[in-house]
Each structure stands twice: as C-alpha cells, then as structure tokens.
C-alpha cells in the first residue's frame, strides 16, 4: 500500500521557522515528483512547492524566498522548511507524490498524505 504520513506541524510565532516532513511507505520516493500543497480554512488548496525527481524544486510566489524543499532519499523523506512565517501561512499542508516533474498541478498528484497543521500566530 502506498501511503505517505506528514508530520512536524505545530504552532509558531510570526517570523519563526518550522519544518515539516513526509515520509514514505510502500514505494521509494526518490522515482517521484514530490508536492507540497496547503489549504487554508475558507481557502481553495494551494500548490506551495515541487521537487523533481533530479532536485529540481519550484515554488509558489507567495513562499519563494523563504520556504525550501529537499529530498532525504536514504530515509525516503520529503522536506519543506519554513522560514519567516506569515499568520497567512496557517494551513493544512499536504505532501503528494506524482509522476509529473515540476507541476504544481495537483490533479497530477495520485497520491496524498492526511496533512499536518501548521498555525502561525502569536
């Protein structure tokens, strides 16, 4: 069974860094596209950020500059660390795994995590 579990969310001050991860089970990540997206309440799902399968990464305007994505292949682990936290960062946040390189498009996503929250506020 392919499943993928996100972990490391919590509640952080504005300014502050968090960093969230998504570990694989049942398939090795390292021969997907890995996603971040978020949903925030009221909010339609955002594309936040991609990394190929060769480490090329991509990102959302509203997080370039100040979230990263990387890859742990030996722990078959997705990354996105976040830095400078907005309360308009506060969201769901999701990691999928597609056989797409460097779309955002999350109808290209086959399979998805249960989300982690993340609440920026102070």
């Known amino acids: 069974q392919l499943q993928l579990v996100e972990s490391g969310g919590g509640l952080v001050q504005p300014g502050g860094s968090l960093r969230v991860s998504c570990t694989g089970s049942g398939f090795t990540l390292e021969n997907y596209a890995m996603g971040w997206f978020r949903r925030a309440p009221g909010k339609e799902r955002e594309g936040v950020s991609c990394?190929?399968?060769?480490?090329?990464?991509n990102y959302a305007d509203s997080v370039r500059g100040r979230f990263t994505i990387s890859r742990d292949n030996a722990k078959n682990t997705v990354y996105l660390q976040m830095n400078s936290l907005k309360p308009e960062d506060t969201a769901v946040y999701y990691c999928?795994?597609?056989?797409?390189?460097?779309?955002?498009?999350?109808?290209?996503?086959?399979?998805w995590g249960q989300g982690t929250q993340v609440t920026v506020s102070s």
């Open positions: 999928a795994a597609s056989t797409v390189d460097g779309t955002l498009r999350a109808s290209l996503y086959s399979v």
């Open positions: 990394i190929s399968t060769i480490g090329g990464t």
